[in-house]
């Protein structure tokens, strides 16, 4: 308690006492106006609690083991510029993405695995997935807050070059002359679940147009595998699996989808649960439909048949399938239902599902824009 100060306002203290915090107790008005706040002092009642420190960054989370991503510090450059107005938008966009590829880019396989086994490769595959996590959340980070900000005609071009680039990295190194397919399984599986990543993140901003442009747009083939017939591909080419990383997730089970399983366990994110990446695997699968491409939702053997999608529970509203429509290209209930139900009556018989489920009744279709 300080009870006098000096001409200048300075407390008389000791000089051990001069770096210490203090009440004014200096006249009959300040102690009335500070009594309170020696009460609470004395019985541990402080008025302000200090907060709980907060949930630390991603990058802070990662086992330590993983090198730092260059695109952390692009990321939080481009987040900046975007708040506050800054001018080279589309400058900061492309040094983060371009640090992000290449970064993904050094993780892939370019030697042959010194596994000697399919278990062992499993394994691998399964670690070497792991490492590229930190890039995933970086691509759902960026979309998260482009997508949030009013997105530009400019940013959905950098999500359809985004994915492009994808391709590429699921695919062969130009320089590697002997393989084997099951060595790159990590990027495409890496590949498979960021591309339901991009899709969760669009919806969950209703960029229902740029989800509509992912569906449609044609994608050029990797180099290593590029076909002078057939250079371009579709959204079913993100799709992916590994067939050997069973036994690496449990020696004990066996999965209708180890790739599906693994994806699960991947879903950390609270901001995109495993549902909404269940519910962009749902989408996926009605655009594979009615698009006549393959594409199999192995992310549904988790969902039960009550599960709620919020874009097709909002579909049954005219509003909501507004929405439906704008990603689908189709805007009249009545014939996207009877296309969903000719596709689902047509699928070949190599393409049968491993697990029940009831894919009409999960996208609502019956009742489709019913409620006006």
Known sequence: ???EFDSEGNAYLPAFFQSRIYIDFSSPEAANQNWEQLVRLLHGKPQYEKPELGSPPLYVSQPSALPTSPAVSKLAVLRNAL??????????????????????????????PTQQNADELGKQIVDDFAKLKVIRNHFVDWILLEAAAAPSSEFEDSVLSVLEQLLELKARPEEVTQWNEAWFGAHQLFVYETFLYVVAALLKYSAFHTLHEIYTSHYLSPKSGRHHEAPFETFESFYGYSDVIGPALSAEHRYYSASAELVRRHADRSDLPFESIMEADLL????????????YPGTLLYSRYARDFPLFIRAIQHKGFKNLATITGV??????????????AGLSSNFRFQFDRDFWEAMRASHFDTLK
């Open 284 to 295: 996926t699968f009605l655009i594979a439909l009615l698009s006549q491409k393959r594409w």
């Open 83 to 112: 708040l506050n107005g800054r001018p080279g938008l589309a400058m900061y966009r492309s040094h983060f993405l371009k640090a992000a590829i290449s970064h993904a880019n050094t993780l892939r396989v370019r030697t042959a």
């Open 1 to 3: 308690l300080v009870c």
């Open 331 to 344: 805007d009249n209930a009545e014939v996207l239902r009877e296309r969903i139900k000719s596709a689902l």
